[in-house]
C-alpha cells in the first residue's frame, strides 16, 4: 500500500501527524495519525507487510474501529480502506 496515492488524496481538511519508526515488531513502521472533529485515527504500515487500521471516537469515549491485516490479508486493505474514511465522516 502506498501511502501517497492510495491515503493522501482522502485526507483533505484532516489535522494529519506523518512519522516513521525503524526496527519495530513487523519491520519499520509508517504511521499517520488523522484528527477529524471528534475522531482521531491512525493507519500503520510496516515494511514486512503488515497493516493496521485504528479510530477512536472521543465523543462517546470507544474505539470503532480496530483492524491489523497480515500480509496475507493484503486483499483486504482496499474495503477496510473506504470502512476507515466511511467511519471518519460520520458523525455521532
Same mark, same amino acid.
Given at each position: 500500500?502506498?501511502?501517497?496515492?492510495?491515503?493522501?488524496?482522502?485526507?483533505?481538511?484532516?489535522?494529519?501527524?506523518?512519522? !516513521?519508526?525503524?526496527?519495530?515488531?513487523?519491520?519499520?513502521?509508517?504511521?499517520?495519525?488523522?484528527?477529524?472533529? !471528534?475522531?482521531?485515527?491512525?493507519?500503520?504500515?510496516? !515494511?514486512?507487510?503488515w497493516v493496521s487500521f485504528d479510530?477512536?471516537?472521543l465523543t462517546i469515549e470507544e474505539?470503532?474501529?480496530?483492524?491489523?491485516? !497480515?500480509?496475507?490479508?493484503?486483499?483486504?486493505?482496499?474495503?477496510?480502506?473506504?470502512?476507515?474514511?466511511?467511519?471518519?465522516?460520520v458523525s455521532t
Amino acid at each position: 500500500m502506498n501511502i501517497d496515492n492510495e491515503v493522501m488524496p482522502w485526507l483533505d481538511g484532516y489535522s494529519i501527524v506523518r512519522s !516513521s519508526f525503524t526496527g519495530g515488531e513487523f519491520g519499520d513502521l509508517e504511521r499517520l495519525e488523522i484528527e477529524a472533529d !471528534s475522531k482521531m485515527g491512525t493507519i500503520e504500515l510496516w !515494511s514486512e507487510g503488515w497493516v493496521s487500521f485504528d479510530i477512536f471516537n472521543l465523543t462517546i469515549e470507544e474505539q470503532t474501529l480496530n483492524r491489523l491485516l !497480515s500480509p496475507d490479508e493484503a486483499e483486504l486493505i482496499p474495503n477496510i480502506l473506504r470502512e476507515f474514511f466511511a467511519e471518519m465522516i460520520v458523525s455521532t
